[in-house]
């Protein structure tokens, strides 16, 4: 594989992935916040209002189950974490690429910078890809 085919076809797609994989998760993320703060804002507002007791029991036990639902699955999906480990490893597959790009960093007199390039993008997409077992596994 030459350094434009491996620049086009493996790591470029690796950083739009990791890009759109860290944007879904950042929005779920905020959306997740946002629902649980407005609910659960909603009820103590809904607690001091005198309406049918039958009817304001069944409100306020349900925004306070769906506040939880929100909660736990927001927990159990890591949207937050998700978000954060796809944003860096995108980061640093760019950086990867503008420092090989322009000879800089550790690709400053290197008898082969597109071995090293390779090997430093496969570690970092490898690293993701434990973290991600070890996700499962939990």
């Not at 950083?15 to 609910?39: D, E, M, P």
């Not at 036990?61 to 927001?74: C, D, F, H, W, Y």
């Not at 159990?76 to 322009?102: D, G, H, I, N, V």
């Not at 090293?116 to 434990?130: C, D, Y």
Request: a positive charge; aromatic letters at 12%.
């Amino acid at each position: 594989m030459t350094q434009d085919e491996y620049l086009a076809q493996r790591l470029l797609p690796q950083i739009n992935w990791y890009s759109q994989r860290a944007a879904v998760n950042k929005r779920w993320h905020i959306y997740t916040r946002i629902a649980v703060i407005f609910l659960s804002a909603l009820i103590p507002l809904i607690a001091g209002v005198d309406f049918l007791p039958v009817l304001k029991n069944a409100l306020l036990g349900s925004l306070g189950a769906l506040v939880v639902i929100i909660e736990g699955t927001s927990e159990f999906l890591k949207f937050r974490e998700k978000w954060s480990q796809y944003r860096s490893t995108a980061e640093l597959l760019k950086q990867e690429k503008m420092l090989f790009l322009t000879v800089s960093g550790g690709y400053i007199e290197t008898g082969n910078a597109f071995r090293l390039l390779v090997a430093r993008v496969e570690a970092l997409i490898n690293a993701e890809n434990a973290e991600w077992v070890k996700y499962v596994k939990e």
